[in-house]
């Protein structure tokens, strides 16, 4: 079921009202969205018992702080709330929680998953600049003030939802698309203003704004490539890293409890360093940041939903998620793997293909 709701109203404003109406035929006992933290200019995820409190909520402020699909690990990792609690979610927090689905740190069970079109975000100090007491929208920001890591998503819309409430294409209002059987029976009791039988517009406008970010990420991702290759181009788009693994703590899909690289594996005693330095006679400290960017990109590269968080985390803002865009995206590319498109994808590095690389010389043994 695809069709128009609260077309009088902006699309915050129908979001609440969508979310109003969920809480008020008691389809939902909780509910996860962006919220404005008392008293300050700032956005976070905030989880709500009643629709009380939806006037602090802003489910379409362009800035992204954290990925909520750490937050619904948080809250369904070790047993589900027994009441159905809806969270809304980027497409990129979506495909996020997917992956962690499949990596079995979230549970859907008893989870409404909400998701809605995205523009992109600026980054919170941005945000934060242009706020006063009204907070700003997408469209108060100019296009280069737009994270690049956004301007280069394949994704405008989410893949998998139980509802997806689009913008793209809507002309007043939001269009609420039922994606599974739980959304179909959740928008029967919806009062829609009309069913969508032609969704061209919508379709149009998605693909529109897919083209311009493609044409945008070839452009900035080709240039990335020359910047980064060989050896001495890593050493020297890493040159600033303090080693700090900011990007790896804020990254949505690295979720190990104890990191290989914060491990004992990494603990060297004072003669190991003597030796290094005896040998090379100088030893540039700390000495294992070019490995551990390595050693992230092999192992969350198949689930990263280039979502930049890891950029964004940066204190020395090295462009760490564009280069992660770059490596991910080719390597799902050659493997066919997409980060967050389906539940029912097989985890990558739990599977094995006897025929890939054939082209390369990989042969069947
Ligand atoms: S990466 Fe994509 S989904 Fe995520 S905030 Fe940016 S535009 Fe939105
Ligand atoms: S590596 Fe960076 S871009 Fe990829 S999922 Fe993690 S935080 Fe997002
Ligand atoms: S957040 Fe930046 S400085 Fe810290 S480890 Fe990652 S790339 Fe290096």
Redesign the pocket.
Known sequence: MVGIYAKDLNPREATREFFAELFGANLIASALLPARKSGLNQIFPALLSSKDSLDETFPFA?V?PLSTAVQLSKITRFANPTNTVAVLL??????AAVELVKLRQISLDNVLLITRD????VEPETFEEKASDTLPGFSDFTEEQ??P???M????T?PVADINIGTFGADGGIILEAKTDKGEEILKHIALDAELSDTSARESALKSEAEK?TAFMEKNLAELKKEVAGIEGLVKFFAKCVDCHNCRTMCPVCYCNECFFDSATFHFEGPRYEEWTQRRGILAMPRDEILFHLGRMNHIGLSC????MCEQACPHDIRVGQLFTLISTTAQKELDIHAGRSLTDPLPLATFREDEFTEMGEEKV
């Open positions: 362009p992204m980027r497409p990129c927090e979506s495909r995205c523009p992109g975000t737009i994270r890591v956004c301007r998503c394949e994704h405008p989410a970010r939903v280039a979502c930049g």
